[in-house]
């Protein structure tokens, strides 16, 4: 098996819930030496995050959890007692990177903030997620997904018209977030192993929905500052016919249309003789209503429902044309292109067997990614952990007994 891409780095993981999780997981998945700090008794919060496995509420059971945390040691510690502090800086002394989630007062409450760290490693690089960033009028506010969506911009755009915004489902904006914080991670450390500069890496988690990549700058800009859009009714406007999500065979097809496409969709759903009249090709016709009636009732909704998502995928990537199934999670796990590249690992775990995981989001030809690791236990790594910094059983005894561990 060749070396890992990051099999020379230590990580001190002091997340939690998605965002720093997700940033550590990446790190452990491709060689990193990770070891996650946890609450005594109940850890990770996102441990008590469903969906669980079998619908059972376990601590060991969420899937969430087990996604994110694939490849990693675990240890608890209560960071509050002085033993606990001690420890942290122990560890830190030891690693490469600490990466926490606290709120930005959390880890100078605790003595734990980044000159402390620097003056016990001065090579250690510090990234700390937070919902506004470790500065500003808004550094200590609360936030939460759908607040990350409302104030970054995002909210603004989703949804139906006439309608409250309704933002993207799950935790989108904490993952974006956790890749963003992945990335600059080993900016920095690329930093300070190549130019010997060490420093603490603030990650904002509203400002990486702010200056996401998608469309919402253009919209919001647009509906900002000329009025061209109502609402979030964009979000469901198309340019042309057919264009948007439809019902087919056995499922949901999306399409780009309009006139810039028309002979290729015709020519995809057949090339009906009736298509080829000229009133179809005139200069206004997209913006014909009583056309469009004609096309879809007539033509393409029978069209669709004769073929099946992957039949129309076929026939319209025939013409060039851009559209995509949309894909159920069974669709994906029985996708014939992602198990030719092997994206989907079977992965043991001591509460669910073997499980079907998400692959890694990248692949490196020469340095691939860990072999992968179920999740760990609460807990499962302290006597490892412990035992390397010196604590034999009997302290570790003794530290459950004070509530240390």
Wanted: hydrophobic share 35%; with cysteine; aromatic share 10%.
């Amino acid at each position: 098996m060749a070396e890992q891409a990051l099999s020379d780095v230590k990580v001190l993981d002091l997340t939690h819930w998605v965002a720093g999780p997700y940033c550590t997981k990446l790190l452990a998945d491709y060689g990193a030496d990770v070891i996650k700090v946890e609450r005594p008794g109940s850890g990770d919060g996102a441990r008590r995050l469903g969906p669980f496995y079998h619908d059972e509420p376990h601590p060991e059971g969420s899937a969430l959890f087990l996604s994110l945390n694939t490849n990693k040691k675990s240890i608890t510690l209560n960071l509050k007692s002085a033993l606990g502090r001690k420890i942290v800086l122990e560890l830190a002394q030891r690693s490469d990177v600490v990466v926490e989630s606290f709120a930005p007062r959390v880890m100078p409450s605790l003595g734990l903030g980044y000159e402390t760290l620097r003056e016990t490693n001065p090579k250690v690089v510090l990234t700390s997620i937070s919902n506004f960033g470790q500065t500003g009028p808004y550094r200590d506010f609360k936030g939460s997904e759908l607040v990350l969506f409302g104030i970054g911009g995002e909210l603004a755009r989703t949804g139906v018209p006439d309608r409250e915004p309704v933002k993207l489902v799950s935790h989108a904006a904490q993952f974006m977030t956790g890749m963003v914080a992945a990335s600059a991670t080993m900016g920095a450390l690329f930093g300070q192993r190549f130019h010997g500069v060490t420093q603490q890496v603030d990650i904002s988690m509203v400002e990486v929905q702010a200056n996401g990549t998608e469309r919402r700058r253009p919209y919001i800009l647009g509906y900002q500052y000329d009025k061209l859009l109502k609402g979030r009714e964009y979000a469901s406007a198309g340019s042309g016919y057919p264009s948007g999500c439809f019902p087919c065979k056995d499922g949901y097809f999306q399409i780009g249309g309009g006139a810039r496409y028309w002979p290729r969709i015709v020519r995809m759903i057949g090339s009906p003789p009736e298509l080829l009249d000229p009133k179809w090709t005139a200069p206004l016709a997209q913006d014909a209503p009583e056309l469009k009636e004609e096309f879809m009732n007539k033509f393409f909704y029978p069209w669709l429902a004769e073929h099946t998502m992957l039949e129309c995928w076929e026939a319209s990537q025939v013409e060039g044309m851009f559209t995509a199934p949309l894909a159920t999670m069974p669709d994906l796990l029985q996708d014939p292109h992602l198990a030719a590249r092997r994206y989907w690992e079977d992965i043991e775990h001591p509460r669910t067997g073997k499980v079907r995981y998400p692959g890694v989001p990248f692949r490196m030809g020469e340095t691939p990614a860990a072999p992968r690791r179920g999740a760990p236990l609460l807990g499962q790594h302290n006597a490892e952990v412990y035992g390397q910094l010196g604590y034999g059983k009997e302290d570790l005894v003794r530290m459950r007994e004070m509530g240390v561990i």
